[in-house]
Nanobody
Framework: QVQVAEFGGGPVQAGGTLRLSCVAS????????MGWYRQAPGKGRELVAR???????NYNGAVQGRFTISRDGAAHTVHLQMNSLKPEDTAVYYC???????????????WGQGTQVTVSS
């Protein structure tokens, strides 16, 4: 079993910055993909950014150029630096980890409980 813990988030004014961090811990595993999704009130969950174990990244077009995702693979940690925040970035942000278990070689998906980001105009 893998536990996913998120840190950061909170209220910020438009144009401000926030940094989210997420740590996965537990069984022996490789974190194949780590990333962030978000869900705004009344909307579905959407990808914000993800980073693969190879280092390649994907970004939602709405955050491209403003958000930067990075990871420390050995520590199973992922960060999301959010700059130039806009009111439309307001949402609950969820950390996502796809793991490969070293013992049974199965891939599994895990989610954090979410952290609220509120951007005021």
């Amino acid at each position: 079993q893998v536990q996913v813990a998120e840190f950061g988030g909170g209220p910020v004014q438009a144009g401000g910055t926030l940094r989210l961090s997420c740590v996965a811990s537990g069984s022996t595993f490789n974190s194949l993909i780590m990333g962030w999704y978000r869900q705004a009130p009344g909307k579905g969950r959407e990808l914000v950014a993800r980073i693969f174990s190879t280092g390649s990244t994907n970004y939602n077009g709405a955050v491209q150029g403003r958000f930067t995702i990075s990871r420390d693979g050995a520590a199973h940690t992922v960060h999301l630096q959010m700059n130039s925040l806009k009111p439309e970035d307001t949402a609950v942000y969820y950390c996502y980890v796809r793991t490969l278990d070293y013992k049974d070689h199965n891939a599994r998906d895990y989610w954090g409980q979410g952290t609220q980001v509120t951007v005021s105009s």
